[in-house]
Nanobody
Framework: QVQLVESGGGLVQAGGSLRLSCAAS????????MGWFRQAPGKQRELVAL???????NYRDSVKGRFTISRDNANNTEYLQMNSLKPEDTAVYYC???????????????WGQGTQVTVSS
């Protein structure tokens, strides 16, 4: 079917940068909105950023000016560039995509496996 594979997580010092990637593969017809969510231990999962197929973006207030979401429609890939990282950004980051497949006849939500981002003081 469809698979989303994430990469780019890791351990960085406060003020550092990471770039997350999420590549979708499988029986894809088209991808609608894509985005990133994160979940810290003991906390609710929260939306980080969204990007439409046309490139319109939305960010939660706490990451505005520091994070940039982008997508490469030709390669079914989305990215999250994270700069000026803070310890509060520590979480498991999950990529998300709403995708029309070639066989199901409807769009479905798909999730990546999650990648750990840890920001040290």
């Amino acid at each position: 079917q469809v698979q989303l594979v994430e990469s780019g997580g890791g351990l960085v010092q406060a003020g550092g940068s990471l770039r997350l990637s999420c590549a979708a593969s499988g029986s894809i017809s088209s991808i609608n909105v894509m985005g990133w969510f994160r979940q810290a231990p003991g906390k609710q999962r929260e939306l980080v950023a969204l990007i439409s197929r046309g490139g319109s973006t939305n960010y939660r207030d706490s990451v505005k000016g520091r994070f940039t979401i982008s997508r490469d429609n030709a390669n079914n890939t989305e990215y999250l560039q994270m700069n000026s990282l803070k310890p509060e950004d520590t979480a498991v980051y999950y990529c998300f995509a709403n995708i029309w497949t070639l066989t199901l006849g409807k769009s479905n939500d798909y999730w990546g496996q999650g990648t750990q981002v840890t920001v040290s003081s």
